[in-house]
């Protein structure tokens, strides 16, 4: 069976860091380009970030650029999802996907086959 697996989320101050771990069973993650997503209550779900299948290229939302950093380890079959300077409004559910058909990745969540069951965030003092 074909899944993915979020982890790593958690109550951090504003300020902190948080790395979300993604990690693939069922299939290796190697063919695939992942993106990050989040989704808060009362809003829609938005592209986070995005790394192509060799790791070599990435994408960002403006919104976490410069704070945020993706990266993958394909020998563990993981990519991760290092979150710095969190603020209050990163507060939301993340989920790591998987596309099967592009070599690089999107921020739009339709081109996605499989996705992962969302680790919460929290940004609180």
């Known amino acids: 069976q074909l899944q993915l697996v979020e982890s790593g989320g958690g109550l951090v101050q504003p300020g902190g860091s948080l790395r979300l771990s993604c990690a693939a069973s069922g299939f290796t993650l190697d063919y695939y380009a992942i993106g990050w997503f989040r989704q808060a209550p009362g809003k829609e779900r938005e592209g986070v970030s995005c790394?192509?299948?060799?790791?070599?290229?990435?994408n960002y939302a403006g919104s976490v650029k410069g704070r945020f950093t993706i990266f993958r380890d394909n020998a563990k079959n993981t990519v991760y999802l290092q979150m710095n300077n969190l603020k209050p409004e990163d507060t939301a559910v993340y989920y790591c996907?998987?596309?099967?058909?592009?070599?690089?990745?999107?921020?739009?969540?339709?081109?996605?086959?499989?996705w992962g069951q969302g680790t919460q965030v929290t940004v609180s003092s």
């Open positions: 790394i192509s299948r060799s790791g070599g290229s990435t």
């Open positions: 996907a998987a596309d099967s058909d592009s070599r690089y990745g999107t921020l739009s969540s339709e081109y996605y086959d499989y």
